[in-house]
Every structure is written in structure tokens, then in C-alpha cells.
């Protein structure tokens, strides 16, 4: 695939992931901050965002899985990820989020379990696409092109 | 300190802003880090909010502003935001993804200069360098006013300073435009860098605290004077006024206590759960919102001493509750308790204790336990105080002209400050004498304003009285201060360090004034020494004059208003007064 070709595609899928309402403005902010001084600015955040929030999700999955559910630390660490998927732009995760803190409030199990099944299927979602637009990005750059710096237009 | 900062800093304000964040959450941290590197800021990040306060006390003047999360899982953002206002005075910035009113609300009440939501975007990082030029000309405008206060002309540039700060002059004039001019020597090294010039406040931290009593012991309690305490302490960058102005917070908080003790003993437990009181958060709110625009620094402080305040615990609630049912039923006695003590000698011995608790509560790091033991005390002393200022009044009311509401604040600031001091004080008192004060004063100030109206014109008019008084032991510093400091600075100190230092760097503006209280005064004081140490009152020797004693409480009203060596605001005095005005 030529140069001119992988960078339409790139933008095409970008545009699906905002489209879809997977990737917020703040990821943009993020494709922004990133400069000469840090080419890798972005890679870097999005990996720190997941690997801290696989640990949330594990320790969230712990927590209901007591005999007796202590529903403020579920909550605690539901907050934790909400802010952390806001700092990244996955929209759709901080939106189970907001949903899995009404179930905590409810103190429903049952609840809080569907909840969580929502937060990781959302969460895993991202983690693919920007799995692949990092690839695609990479494949432009190795192919001696310049991902284009990103734009709101729609 | 500044010296050791690259001149960028100096040159192009806003660049080289030097700021902390503090947050749990690493992709929150990077992020932020890349954004205001963008913005030409020196950026620090900080994990843990611990990690945060360890830095920012090594470093006293290493930053100019700190942003943190609200919600971290070693402190809360709100605690460690109290920290950093009180301890370090500089403006701090909240953020969460939580942006319901309440949230933002209860930052505000802390002392937060700016909340910001997450996802905090560019733009909104690249205009905090407002809140530290804010809080930078707030400094100046205060020493400025605070001058005005004085009458001194601020002409001559340079010409007394000996060296850094340190003046030992025997006229208040010299030594105030000293302090002025070491402020300015500071101004000028950072010319345009209004991040990094020196606060001109002095934070009375433990261990000068304990510098400071020592001396005082040394001398002799009775014998004491601003400037002997000061070359015996031997800090360089002290000034005559600071200690001055310590001293009659020391004198002040002493004879509180005292008169504490002594209101106790009179007083049953009448429990008046008043609204004010029961709802510190509501009264205190309503204090805020009152104090609020014109300081931010005062409004921060005050809102935040009087959350503390409140926050304390219950016992401290139902204390106030009881102060005031106390206040409205036993002014009588109060009078009368107050006047049997008043006339009372004080003894070195009572100071002596004094001296040894505060210097058993400097070394204590645990404000929390300040906090809790002030509290508990501080409603008693508050009580005590209320009554007996109300009691002059009502006295002196025909006999008194119009006050100035400025006379009113006071009175209500009187209030409060006792009670608070009052109780364990001791550590506490060389922290912060105003901050208490202020938080209380902020309850008062609701309670009282129907109340005290007409109080004030006689609370006025015993300043009046007195002031000529007043202003001639104010030269000497001797008579007058012991009264009055010992009697103010008690209900600060003992909430806690921390709490302390807000305190006062806002009381001092009203310790200065001195106004005498007349009997009222006297009376409280002797009673809290009394009480507290039942000993006699040792702020009384002091005292050439009883009329001093009784001055002492409406000193502490004048204090508010009228002029002060402490380096106080004006400004925060003005917000009292309009908050009596709106209340």
C-alpha cells in the first residue's frame, strides 16, 4: 500500500473512532501536546492509561467478588477509572463509568457486576482501535511518511 | 531564596511559573506535565500528596502555585490544600472529573483559588499564573495599607536599613519603614517577577515560637519588651514590629486563657444550641461569602480557618451551643465573675506555666491533636468572651457615641478568638493567633450583628476612651501589649500549627489595633487565667493600668479594625467589616 493510501486510511479510521463516539475531544488535545520533543507523547499515555486501568478493573472485579461487598471502595476505584479514561478520551468508557457509580450508589451486586461487564467491554473496545491506529501510524512513519496532525472538522 | 532561581523566571511572566501537580493517577500526571511544559512553566509532579508537602517544606519558596486532585488515596485534596494555605500561603488550584457543586463548593471553602474539571484543557492551564500574580499584589497592597494604617511615610529608601530587616529602633515609625523597606529590597531583586517575591508575612513557626518564649522567660514576663525579646532572640530577619505584635498575641492569649478558666468556673452548662453555632458550616458560609471578594488570600484563609473550625469535631458545637446560651442568660454573671477576677495580679508562676505548655505544644507536630483539644476548649473560652464584652456594652451604651461598624466586627471577632485560643493555646497560640480568631469571628459576625448593633457604640467608645491610652503603651509596648496579646492571641494557636499561621497572619491586622476594651477586657482576661491556670491573672501585673485589662477585649475588636504592627491585612479587616454590614 502506497504512502498516500495509508495515511487516507488512517485518517478515515481516526475520524470513525470520534465519529462512533469511542475517542473524545481530549484525545485530539493529546495528538496535539505531542511535538518533536516527544514523537511518542501519545503512545506513551495511552500505555500508562492501560495499564493502570487493567489493574483498576481487576481490583474492582476483587472487590465484588467478597462475601461482603464494600461498595465505597467500588466506587473509589470506579472514580479512579473514570477520571483516568477521561485523560486519554475514551469517551465510551467514562460513560460506563458514570453508569457503574449510579449501580454502587445503589448498592446492587447484580448491578455492579453488569456494570463492570459494560466498563470492560467498552474498555477493551479502545484498546483495540488504538491498537490499530498506532499500527497504522507506525506503518506510515516506516514508510517514510508523516501522520498528519489531527484535526476537528467534523 | 529567589537568588537560587534561574533568572528566566525573573525576566518574562509568566514563563518559568514554577508548579506543582499532585495527583494519584500517572496518565493524569504525564499529561499535565506536557501541558503546562507547553505553557513555559517549570513543572514538579508529585504521585502522592504527602511526597507533595515534604517538597514544598523543603523548599519554602521553591514554587508559586500547586495544583492537586481532589481525590488521592494517601490525603484528601482538601487537607492538603488546608497544608499548603496555611503553611505555605500559596494559591493552590483543585481539580477532579467530578464537577458537582458541592465538590466545587467545599474547594472553595478551603481556600481553593480555582477548581478545574477534567479534562483540563490548555487554555485553562495557561491562565493560572493569574492567581499567583492575584495573591502577589494582594501582599503589596497590604503592607501598603497596613502602612497607611500607621501614618508612615514611606519617603526615605534604604537610608535606615542596618541590614536585612533587622532593626533595632526604638520608634515605631523607623521600624515599620524598615519593614517596608526590607519588603521593597525584596520587590526590587525580582524586579517583574511577581511570582517570586518574598512574603512579607511573618510565619511564626514552632520553633521561632519557642525562640521567642524562651526569651521572654528570660527576661521576665513582667519585665518583657519587643525589643529585648528580639535581640535576645537573635533572628536576623525579624523585626521589632513582628515581635511586637507576637507579643501582644502572647499576652493576649495568656489572659484569655486565664479568663476562660475563670468564665468556667462561674458558668454552669447552659446549652443555647444556637443556630449560628450548631451550623458552623452555614454560618461560616455565610462569613465566606461575605469576606470573600476582596482578598483572596484573606478569603482563603478565612473560610478555610473557619471550616476548620467547624470541622473540629461536636464537643466544639455544642460548646459554641453552650456559649451561647451561656452568653444570651448569664451576662449578669458573667459581669459579675468577670469583675471579681479582673483586678487580680498576675504572677510569673501563671506565665511560667504558660510559656512551659507552649513550649511542650511547639515541639508536638500533631496539629491534629491541637485541633481537637482547642476545640474543645474554645467554645468555653468563646463563651466567656462573648459575655463579657456584651456586658460592657450594654453597660457603656448610653454612654457611648455611634461606633463604627469597624468596632462591631471587632467585637465579634473578639469573640471568637477567645474561644478558640482558649483552650490549649498553647502550641497553638504561637501558630496562629488569627486564624481562629476569624473563623469564630465569621460565627459571631452572623450571630451577634443584631446583637452587637448597639453594642458597638459602647465598644467604641471604650476604645475611644482608652485609645489615647492605648496609643501611648502602644509606643512602649509594655502595659498595653501584655493585655492585649495575651488575651488574642490565645484562641488561635489552639487548633493547630497550621491553622495557626492563617490565623494568624489575619488576626495580626487585628491585633494591632489594641483598642482597650475596657473592664470587659480586663475582666476576660483575668478570668481566663485564673481558670486556666488557676493562678492568678499574671497578665495583670502587666497591666499599669487597669483600665488596660479591660481594654484588652475591645482591643481586640480595635485590632480589627484600626491600625496594627501586625502585617495583617487591612484588606482582611474591610471584608470583616462589610461582612458585619451584609450580616
Not at chain 2, 535606615?160 to 521600624?175: A, K, P, Q
Not at chain 2, 471604650?462 to 503603651?473: C, T, Y
Amino acid at each position: 500500500m502506497e504512502l498516500g493510501q495509508m495515511q487516507g486510511r488512517l485518517a478515515e479510521f481516526t475520524k470513525s473512532l470520534y465519529m462512533e463516539g469511542i475517542l473524545d475531544a481530549q484525545f485530539l488535545q493529546l495528538q496535539q501536546l505531542q511535538d518533536e520533543s516527544n514523537p511518542d507523547f501519545v503512545v506513551e499515555v495511552v500505555s500508562l492509561f492501560f495499564e493502570d486501568s487493567e489493574k483498576l478493573l481487576n481490583d474492582i472485579a476483587r472487590a465484588l467478588d467478597q462475601q461482603s461487598v464494600d461498595f465505597k471502595r467500588v466506587d473509589a476505584h470506579v472514580h479512579q477509572l473514570k477520571g483516568s479514561s477521561a485523560s486519554v478520551g475514551a469517551q465510551r468508557v467514562k460513560n460506563a463509568c458514570v453508569a457503574f457509580r449510579n449501580c454502587c450508589e445503589e448498592q446492587n451486586v447484580e448491578g455492579c457486576l453488569r456494570c463492570l461487564q459494560q466498563v470492560k467491554q467498552e474498555h477493551y473496545l479502545v484498546k483495540n482501535k488504538l491498537e490499530t491506529l498506532f499500527r497504522l501510524e507506525q506503518q506510515i512513519v516506516a514508510a517514510g511518511g508523516s501522520v498528519p496532525m489531527a484535526e476537528m472538522t467534523f | 531564596m529567589e537568588n537560587g532561581f534561574p533568572s528566566t523566571r525573573n525576566d518574562s511572566f509568566p514563563a518559568g511559573l514554577r508548579v506543582l501537580v499532585v495527583d494519584d493517577d500517572p496518565t493524569w500526571l504525564k499529561i499535565l506535565e506536557k501541558m503546562l511544559k507547553k505553557c513555559s512553566y517549570e513543572v514538579t509532579t508529585c504521585g502522592l500528596a504527602r511526597d507533595a508537602l515534604n517538597l514544598l517544606r523543603e523548599r519554602k519558596d521553591g514554587y508559586d502555585i500547586v495544583i492537586s486532585d481532589v481525590n488521592m488515596p494517601d490525603m484528601d485534596g482538601f487537607k492538603l490544600l488546608e497544608h499548603v494555605g496555611l503553611e505555605m500561603d500559596l494559591p493552590v488550584i483543585m481539580m477532579s472529573v467530578d464537577g458537582e457543586t458541592s465538590r466545587v463548593m467545599k474547594g472553595v471553602q478551603h481556600g481553593a483559588c480555582d477548581y478545574l474539571l477534567k479534562p483540563i484543557r490548555m487554555k485553562e492551564l495557561r491562565n493560572i499564573w493569574q492567581h499567583v500574580f492575584r495573591k502577589k499584589i494582594h501582599e503589596i497592597r497590604d503592607i501598603e495599607g497596613h502602612e497607611s494604617f500607621e501614618g508612615i511615610q514611606i519617603s526615605r529608601n534604604g537610608s535606615d536599613l542596618s541590614d536585612d530587616g533587622h532593626m533595632f529602633c526604638g520608634e515605631d515609625m523607623t521600624s515599620i519603614k524598615k519593614r517596608k523597606d526590607f519588603d521593597n529590597k525584596y520587590d526590587e531583586k525580582d524586579l517583574g517577577d511577581h511570582s517570586s517575591s518574598k512574603k512579607h508575612r511573618v510565619v511564626w513557626s514552632v520553633d521561632l515560637h519557642q525562640k521567642f518564649v524562651k526569651a521572654v522567660n528570660q527576661i521576665g514576663f513582667d519585665k518583657v519588651g519587643p525589643k529585648k525579646i528580639l535581640d535576645l532572640m537573635n533572628v536576623p530577619w525579624l523585626t521589632r514590629e513582628n515581635v511586637a505584635s507576637h507579643l501582644q498575641k502572647y499576652r493576649l492569649y495568656l489572659s484569655r486563657l486565664q479568663k476562660e478558666s475563670d468564665l468556667k468556673a462561674s458558668f454552669g452548662g447552659i446549652k443555647h444550641p444556637d443556630m449560628h453555632l450548631k451550623d458552623p458550616a452555614g454560618s461560616f458560609g455565610l462569613q465566606s461569602s461575605i469576606n470573600t471578594n476582596q482578598n483572596d488570600v484573606a478569603n482563603g484563609r478565612f473560610q478555610f480557618s473557619a471550616h476548620k473550625l467547624f470541622g473540629q469535631d461536636v464537643n466544639v458545637k455544642i460548646q459554641e451551643g453552650d456559649l451561647k446560651g451561656i452568653f444570651s442568660e448569664h451576662m449578669p454573671d458573667t459581669k459579675k465573675t468577670l469583675n471579681a477576677d479582673n483586678p487580680d495580679p498576675q504572677e510569673t508562676s501563671s506565665h511560667m506555666s504558660f510559656d512551659h505548655s507552649f513550649a511542650t505544644l511547639g515541639s508536638e507536630v500533631n496539629y491534629e491533636a491541637f485541633d481537637c483539644h482547642i476545640w474543645n476548649e474554645a467554645p468555653k473560652i468563646e463563651l466567656k468572651r462573648e459575655h463579657k464584652p456584651l456586658l460592657q456594652l450594654e453597660d457603656g451604651f448610653s454612654q457611648l457615641p455611634p461606633c463604627a461598624p469597624e468596632h462591631h466586627v471587632k467585637t465579634d471577632k473578639l469573640h471568637p478568638v477567645p474561644s478558640v485560643t482558649s483552650g490549649l493555646s498553647l502550641t497553638a497560640r504561637d501558630v496562629s493567633g488569627p486564624i481562629k480568631n476569624e473563623p469564630l469571628y465569621a460565627e459571631y459576625q452572623g450571630n451577634r450583628v443584631s446583637h452587637v448593633s448597639p453594642k458597638k457604640c459602647a465598644i467604641e467608645s471604650f476604645p475611644i476612651q482608652s485609645k489615647g491610652h492605648m496609643v501611648v503603651n502602644h509606643q512602649s509596648y509594655e502595659p498595653v501589649s501584655t493585655a492585649i496579646s495575651s488575651m488574642k492571641p490565645q484562641g488561635f494557636n489552639l487548633s493547630c500549627l497550621t491553622d495557626f499561621d492563617y490565623c494568624q497572619r489575619n488576626l495580626k491586622a487585628s491585633d494591632s489595633t489594641l483598642a482597650p476594651f475596657n473592664e470587659t477586657a480586663c475582666l476576660l482576661q483575668g478570668d481566663f487565667h485564673n481558670k486556666y491556670f488557676g493562678l492568678p491573672n499574671i497578665e495583670f501585673t502587666d497591666c499599669n493600668d487597669p483600665s488596660f485589662i479591660a481594654e484588652i477585649p475591645v482591643h481586640w475588636y480595635d485590632t480589627l479594625t484600626s491600625d496594627y504592627e501586625c502585617p495583617l491585612d487591612p484588606t482582611e479587616y474591610s471584608i470583616f467589616d462589610q461582612g458585619l454590614f451584609i450580616a
